[in-house]
């Protein structure tokens, strides 16, 4: 059964299937005018909080890609899920969805054991009940497309934002001055051709990303932070992998014991940790349905030499929202293999050294003939080439896609001896993903309040019976606590009446909040009871009342959403007061 918050989402606003008048396409939904705004909010929250207090970069790439990319990142070959049929209705399944409650971490099984449990456990088709399916197979979760009408020049929509940033790195290394560690931040869309999406924005086939790669040096001593002392004491709940045939154990530990106890693999892992904490808490998710859970070695993505999941507590079980890997040096190496380009990075040598040095020499008496006006273009691009992948005939390809074929006599290779004076290596990289359309649906559920009765004052008021409705759920008065800081909407301005002057001064108020950043609405319709009603179920925390006294002082009355406390503020101290909550510093860690 859904939880009561899918209805007022779609009811007030928040998100809905997309395409419904069209019987709707599965795993795709549009977000209405409160949803794109909370969305909005918490990538500012993001920003604010992890980008650029860490003076990340931040980039735009597209969401297409070139087949070459994602052979090279690995996603064509490995990025696929296990898919069954029904034999009997031919209904399509993800393979580890049939087997959960039977198995740990169906995820990580391999075809041949998933085919044995599902004849083992008779499992049973959901959609007609019968219990024999095809054998499994994998399913590629890459959306394909083409680039123009040349057969065979295959586009992909990406699957995280990721490779975009790892493509730029040359360029971004250049533009941060060449220093590590550094971080690149991206906000944007991913795709991903579910076998059968069913979880509403828990499972889309596209959806909203918020990635981080943090690229650092190789060494030991790079895995650290300058700043791992203002998270250490931080307390948290990490799930560690368990060891073979034990259950997995929650731990409850500050970072700086999550490290000292080996834990985590180290401080640049703890660091990232905390920050992912500190966003997800005020964004709103509550303390005790957070925790930490680090994956198993057999369900480890084909990059990652480590992986914690940030999981949320919802009424279906725990929910990843943010991983947070340790990809090595996977994605830099596998472009710079597949490209021919450097990504390399340098740091400066304690001793200077002699070493030998080939460089790769285009041969422009052969390169002329066989390129003729493109000649120049290619000869340029063999230069920046790493001389171990001109071993042989190779494929380089063009601005613009164009492939061409190297043969050995349009280059040579000269070799020398220079002075070292810097050392190149492949940087690590650090990579916080954060899933912005699962994080969304978490903060909705988890700030999702039903009590069993008003408070005294606003039932006095009339929120006690709110019609059609709003306001109220099977068993009580619905508040959706949001944190002001992401509440789509700040404020709302009700005048008493509808007359004598009250709503041209309510539209002065909303004016003036709107003027100093605060989203604002007014609301003349029905009793000022269910107007809060109906704000305290969209997640406004704050309401202005003008009424007759307003016209005689200028005061008027500011209403909490939590507290239900009011107070008799002038105009300017009330939104003063609004604005200095909704950007009020808080607290970030649980305490020790």
């Not at 300058?226 to 530990?253: K, M, N």
């Not at 492949?426 to 969304?440: A, K, N, Q, T, Y």
Request: with cysteine.
């Amino acid at each position: 059964m859904a939880h009561p918050i899918v209805s007022l989402a779609k009811r007030r606003g928040f998100y809905w299937p997309a395409f419904e008048i069209y019987q709707g396409v599965g795993g795709l939904y549009d977000l209405g005018p409160l949803g794109a705004r909370l969305q909005q909010e918490l990538v500012d929250l993001w920003r604010s909080t992890y980008v650029l207090p860490e003076g990340f970069l931040e980039v735009d790439t597209p969401t297409l890609g070139p087949e070459v990319l994602f052979r090279a990142s690995g996603h064509l070959g490995e990025f696929a899920d296990l898919l069954v049929c029904c034999r009997s209705c031919q209904e399509p399944f993800r393979a580890d969805h049939l087997l959960e409650g039977v198995h740990p971490n169906p995820e990580a099984l391999p075809a041949p054991e998933v085919d044995g449990l599902l004849v083992q456990h008779k499992v049973r088709c959901p959609r007609c009940g019968a219990s024999s399916f095809d054998p499994a197979r994998p399913f590629n979760l890459m959306f394909q497309s083409n680039f123009g009408p040349i057969p065979g020049r295959f586009a992909y929509l990406r699957p995280e934002t990721a490779q975009g940033i790892f493509a730029n790195f040359p360029a971004l290394y250049r533009l941060h001055r060449k220093r590590l560690p550094f971080g690149v931040a991206q906000v944007g869309r991913a795709y991903r051709n579910e076998i059968s999406p069913r979880q509403g924005l828990l499972r889309l086939r596209e959806f909203g990303q918020m990635e981080v790669e943090y690229f650092h040096g190789p060494t030991p001593a790079d895995k650290d932070h300058p700043r791992f002392g203002e998270i250490a004491a931080d307390l948290t709940s990490l799930v560690p992998a368990p060891a073979a045939g034990t259950p997995a154990a929650p731990v409850a530990v500050t970072f700086q014991q999550a490290v000292d106890r080996h834990i985590v693999a180290h401080r640049l892992i703890a660091y990232h940790l905390a920050r992912v904490q500190q966003f997800l808490l005020r964004a709103g998710i509550p303390a005790e349905r957070l925790r930490f859970r680090q994956h198993e070695a057999d369900e480890m993505a084909h990059y990652a030499l480590d992986c914690w999941d940030a999981e949320v507590l919802l009424e279906a079980g725990w929910v990843e929202v943010v991983g947070i890997a340790d990809r090595g040096c996977f994605d830099l190496e596998q472009h710079q293999k597949a490209s021919g380009i450097s990504m390399e990075a340098e740091r400066i040598l304690a001793e200077p050294r002699e070493e030998e040095v080939t460089e790769v020499i285009p041969n422009f008496a052969t390169l002329g003939p066989s390129f003729k006006g493109k000649a120049k273009a290619i000869g340029e691009a063999l230069r920046s080439l790493d001389h171990a992948v001109l071993a042989g005939p190779i494929t380089l390809t063009l601005e613009g896609g164009e492939e061409v074929v190297i043969r050995s006599d349009h280059f040579s290779l000269s070799t020398r001896k220079e002075r070292r004076t810097v050392e190149p290596f492949l940087p690590h990289v650090v990579e916080p993903s954060f899933g912005l359309s699962r994080i969304l649906y978490c903060v909705l559920e988890t700030c999702y309040q039903v009590e069993v009765s008003p408070s005294e004052s606003d039932a006095e008021q009339g929120t006690s019976e709110p019609e059609d409705g709003e306001g109220s759920a099977a068993g009580g008065y619905v508040r959706l606590r949001l944190p002001p800081v992401i509440a789509p909407t700040k404020v709302g301005v009700f005048p008493l009446m509808d007359r004598d002057g009250l709503t041209e001064l309510a539209l002065q108020a909303e004016r003036r909040a709107i003027a100093e950043g605060l989203s604002a609405f007014v609301d003349t319709s029905q009793s000022i009871g269910r107007r809060y009603a109906r704000a305290d179920e969209v997640g406004v925390p704050f309401c202005i009342t003008i009424d007759y006294q307003t016209k005689e002082d200028g005061t008027v009355t500011l209403r909490h959403r939590d507290t239900r406390t009011q107070e008799r503020h002038s105009i300017v101290d009330a939104l003063l007061a609004v604005a200095a909550a909704v950007r009020k510093p808080v607290s970030f860690g649980r305490g020790t």
